[in-house]
């Protein structure tokens, strides 16, 4: 509803109707001139809007988003048209350099995820954490995302479907032996995911069309329907999609990414019929988030893209039903790529403290010395 009234700000007896009101003080004003005459008030209470909701520690990951999306579009929005949009206008020129850039590594690299309490993923929720994983030294107190000292609580596990079809009525073909290595793929793009935007699927539906891209841009086993003959190379072709840049890292990164996938695999108990639930979770989750997606995309290409993916996770949690025996093999072989990555990691952390002792300190070697000086 525009403000009655005269202009605040206009020049005494020039004073044009009111259309627009400052949002911190409530001051009426009519024009873009006369907004930037008001000075930074307005800026300064959307962009504090933004950062409160950025450091508040019980921000949601919708909360967090939303924030995100109205400063990208009022920064859109200056652009456009500026003149039709004085409430926004000058917002992102009085943003200092140092919080532009802030502002873009938010949304470019995943790092507002960070800003909210550590994020535990639902599979921890109870039961043993995998022995298996303790013989192979995975750490526990590696957790994702900044550590203080009370996270927020595991969610509920996503249900599992209560019917599932068996395999021989969703194809006249016996499965591929090689199906088995898309398991590691797709779960280590569904961990990635769920870290980068904070266990987000079921959280804001704004957010899905991105979090599925996300997902397919990670697991070539949907997005791309790459095959794979290892469960190495099955891991490999997601960190190298994650490593490449086109995705943001997230808080687990690949190896954390790996790790988790070895405990979806592991799943909360060895004993038949408890080991499987966690995969049949995860599949079921992200199905159930692609169909949920494709109304929100446009028609063509990227919906028949959702279209296929949903439907092969579908496929893969039937797989996974039959033949949970396969899932302790892989869920190790996931563990073990991911101790052979956290090892390399430490053995080149290790060099490079080498090099800095060498070195005095610094990053990078000191400049050379001359060999031969010039006389005077």
């Known amino acids: 509803m525009e403000p009655a009234g005269p202009c605040g700000l206009c020049p005494a007896g020039e004073a044009r109707p009111a259309r627009y009101t400052c949002p911190r003080c409530n001051v009426p004003y009519c024009s873009l001139p006369c907004y930037r005459a008001h000075g930074a008030c307005a800026e300064a209470f959307y962009r504090d809007q933004v950062l409160g909701e950025l450091r508040g520690r019980t921000a949601s990951p919708s909360r967090l988003a939303g924030a995100l999306r109205r400063l990208r579009r009022q920064r859109e929005a200056e ?28 949304l470019s690299r995943g790092e507002a995820g ?28 590696a957790e994702p995302g900044p550590a203080p000292p009370e996270p927020e609580p595991a969610a509920a596990a996503p249900p599992v479907p209560a019917h599932i079809p068996a395999l021989e009525r969703l194809g006249g073909r016996a499965p591929s032996p090689l199906l088995r290595f898309q398991l590691p793929n797709v779960l280590f793009a569904y961990a990635h995911a769920q870290g980068l935007y904070h266990g987000g699927l079921d959280d804001d539906p704004a957010l899905l069309p991105d979090l599925c891209a996300t997902v397919l841009g990670v697991a ?65 989750h992200l199905a159930r988030a692609f169909g949920r ?78 060999l031969i000086q010039e006389l005077a």
């Not at 960070?114 to 107190?141: F, H, M, N, S, V």
């Open 114 to 141: 960070r800003l909210l309490p550590p994020w535990r993923p639902w599979w921890w929720r109870g039961g043993a954490r995998a022995p298996l994983l303790q013989e192979l030294r995975l750490r526990e107190d």
């Open 293 to 370: 997606a494709r109304p929100l995309v446009p028609a063509g290409p990227p919906r028949e893209r959702l279209h296929r993916a949903r439907k092969k996770c579908q496929y893969l949690l039937s797989w996974t039903n039959e033949h949970e025996d396969a899932l302790t093999a892989l869920g190790l072989d996931c563990a073990r790529e991911y101790r052979a990555e956290e090892d390399e990691a430490g053995q080149v952390e290790a060099l490079s403290g080498e090099l800095r002792r060498l070195w005095g300190g610094g990053p990078r070697p000191p400049p050379p010395r001359p």
């Open 220 to 284: 070539g086993a949907l997005g791309a329907r790459q095959t794979f003959r290892s469960t190495r190379e099955a891991l490999h072709a997601a960190a190298h999609a994650l490593r490449a840049g086109a995705h943001p890292p997230g808080p687990l990164g690949a190896r954390g990414a790996m790790r988790e996938a070895a405990r979806l695999l592991l799943g909360e108990s060895a004993q038949p019929g408890l080991q499987k639930r966690h995969v049949l979770a995860a599949l079921a």
């Open 79 to 106: 652009a456009e048209a500026p003149e039709e949009r004085p409430g926004l206008g000058g917002l992102w020129d009085r943003l200092r350099p140092a919080e532009r850039a802030a502002f873009e590594r938010l």
